[in-house]
């Protein structure tokens, strides 16, 4: 609606996990290096966490992406809130098994179990590395979908893991595999993801705004600061604030977003930190 006002190609703020967008701030390149470290090494459990709406997804859709066909068979479940045997059975699926039952209750966790050996083993065969990044996991709620992810770790070789598991969600998750102290003690590798600064937050909306197509910034220091000030530096609210702003900026006929449009919104959207 607005962007061609604006010099836009696209809409620079939209809440979507877009990988060209995301922003590589110091903390998120030290995130996606250790991931990848964890996937190319084979280091069999990695764990990553982080407030809400700070690029937890949009961190593993680069991930995705960086990763070979030629080299990795590659599962993403971004929505765990299935049960025990389900949950297997979504894992299983993503890895290339499809000679399974379609009613769970004709499925029994312990014959899904021996299918993903056999498909992480045919995986190994072909040459590829078997990766299964789960989205979301904060959510998962049942004990032994947790108890299962450790007896995915004891799916190896002689020499090495058979599968990557990559858990990222909210900070409460760490909570979760504390729980299940066999499990936690396998993490190999821990991140976590914080809201932006300052100088982030005006890089992350420079950023967002040149990705969509023009060079020129929209918005002044000021107006950038005080979105750091209503967001608190948290990306998912940095794109509702920056967005609603370049409406009203285009409704209003103005040049450049200026810090009392920010206000405005701010109020209109009943941001608070």
Same mark, same amino acid.
């Given at each position: 609606m607005y962007t061609q006002y604006w010099g836009l190609q696209r809409k620079p703020?939209?809440?979507?996990?877009?990988?060209?967008?995301?922003? %590589?701030?110091?903390?998120?390149?030290?995130?996606?290096?250790?991931?990848?470290?964890?996937?190319?090494? $084979?280091?069999?459990?990695? #764990?990553?966490?982080? #407030?809400?709406?700070?690029?937890?997804?949009?961190?593993?859709?680069?991930?995705? $992406?960086?990763?070979?066909?030629?080299?990795?068979?590659?599962?993403? !479940?971004?929505?765990?809130?299935?049960?025990h045997v389900e949950f297997l059975l979504a894992i299983v699926r993503s890895l290339g098994s499809y000679d399974l039952p379609t009613k769970k209750t004709e499925v029994l966790a312990n014959f899904v179990l021996d299918n993903l050996n056999n498909v992480l083993l045919n995986n190994a065969r072909d040459g590829k590395d078997s990766v299964i990044i789960i989205d979301e996991a904060h959510a998962i709620e049942e004990s032994q979908i947790f108890e299962s992810l450790r007896l995915l770790l004891n799916f190896q070789l002689p020499d090495r893991f058979l599968l990557t598991l990559i858990?990222?969600?909210?900070?409460?998750?760490?909570?979760?595999?504390?729980?299940?102290?066999?499990?936690?003690?396998?993490?190999? !590798?821990?991140?976590?993801?914080?809201?932006?600064?300052?100088?982030?937050? &005006?890089?992350? !909306?420079?950023?967002?705004?040149? #990705?969509?197509?023009?060079?020129? *910034?929209?918005?002044?220091?000021?107006? &950038?600061?005080?979105? %750091?000030?209503?967001?608190?530096?948290? *990306? $998912?609210r940095i794109n509702r604030l920056c967005d609603m702003c370049l409406l009203s900026g285009f409704a209003k006929n103005l040049s450049q977003i200026n810090e009392s449009i920010v206000l405005e919104e701010a109020r209109e959207l009943e941001l608070k930190v």
């Open positions: 703020f939209d809440n979507t996990p877009d990988p060209e967008f995301l922003y %590589y701030s110091s903390q998120h390149e030290e995130a996606l290096a250790r991931l990848s470290y964890a996937i190319k090494e $084979r280091k069999g459990l990695a #764990v990553l966490t982080g #407030v809400f709406g700070c690029g937890k997804t949009v961190l593993g859709q680069v991930l995705l $992406r960086e990763l070979s066909e030629d080299r990795y068979r590659i599962g993403f !479940i971004n929505y765990p809130l299935l049960s858990l990222s969600g909210q900070p409460e998750l760490r909570e979760k595999l504390e729980l299940n102290k066999q499990l936690a003690q396998r993490i190999a !590798i821990i991140c976590h993801l914080t809201n932006l600064d300052l100088k982030d937050t &005006m890089g992350y !909306i420079l950023h967002r705004v040149k #990705v969509a197509g023009r060079d020129e *910034p929209i918005f002044t220091q000021e107006a &950038m600061e005080a979105i %750091y000030e209503h967001t608190g530096g948290i *990306p $998912r």
